[in-house]
T-cell receptor, first 114, second 111 residues
Framework: GAVVSQHPSRVICKSGTSVKIECRSL??????MFWYRQFPKQSLMLMAT?????????EQGVEKDKFLINHASLTLSTLTVTSAHPEDSSFYIC??????????FGPGTRLTVL | DAKTTQPPSMDCAEGRAANLPCNHS???????VYWYRQIHSQGPQYIIH???NNETNEMASLIITEDRKSSTLILPHATLRDTAVYYC????????????FGAGTQVVVTP
């Protein structure tokens, strides 16, 4: 079945540094991927839609200069949290659109900014 | 996209069937009902989806009412590993659109 991986699974960084999170579709091509974040005891919040070969589209209130998204190939999208601060600490989850059925989600990346 | 309403929580005894309701009274004719679940600190997992016929797979059964305004996800023999938040989402299957998550139902399976 369709599998999506994320790397790293967890990361701890210092305030002010940038962190890159990778999302890969392992056995299918994904022209569209989505990035979500989830704070404790809350539901998933959609951040942006990542389209292969074009600019990402961001949800209202999400800073595009802070959360850089690159979707350079049909199997890889990356999310870079620039100049991370403690309030960016969250669980980041990607999903990949399939040709049929619902999207396939990655296992998530736990980001902790000190 | 149609809005969905789910109870915030429910408990279920291990080995018993868990019946999770979802209301989607504004569903359109081309919209599918999807169910996902999220076990703590993991990404959401696809369970099942359907348009108007009842569906069954190795994980669960999906019962959609004839008017399609509500549905029920059935976990036939709940286990402790089924403890998770269950999300009901309505979406056209071939839509380019985004999957938005509501609050879902926190299901706790107890021994």
């Amino acid at each position: 079945g369709a599998v999506v991986s994320q790397h790293p699974s967890r990361v701890i960084c210092k305030s002010g540094t940038s962190v890159k999170i990778e999302c890969r579709s392992l056995d299918f091509q994904a022209t569209t991927m989505f990035w979500y974040r989830q704070f404790p005891k809350q539901s998933l919040m959609l951040m942006a839609t990542s389209n292969e070969g074009s600019k990402a589209t961001y949800e209202q209130g999400v800073e595009k200069d802070k959360f850089l998204i690159n979707h350079a190939s049909l199997t890889l999208s990356t999310l870079t949290v620039t100049s991370a601060h403690p309030e960016d600490s969250s669980f980041y989850i990607c999903s990949a659109r399939r040709t049929s059925g619902g999207p396939c989600f990655g296992p998530g990346t736990r980001l902790t900014v000190l | 996209d149609a809005k969905t309403t789910q109870p915030p929580s429910m408990d279920c005894a291990e080995g018993r069937a868990a019946n999770l309701p979802c209301n989607h009274s504004t569903i359109s004719g081309n919209e599918y009902v999807y169910w996902y679940r999220q076990i703590h600190s993991q990404g959401p997992q696809y369970i099942i989806h359907g348009l108007k016929n009842n569906e069954t797979n190795e994980m669960a059964s999906l019962i959609i009412t004839e008017d399609r305004k509500s549905s029920t996800l059935i976990l036939p023999h709940a286990t402790l590993r089924d403890t998770a938040v269950y999300y009901c989402i309505v979406k056209p299957t071939d839509s380019w659109g985004k999957f938005q998550f509501g609050a879902g139902t926190q299901v706790v399976v107890t021994p």
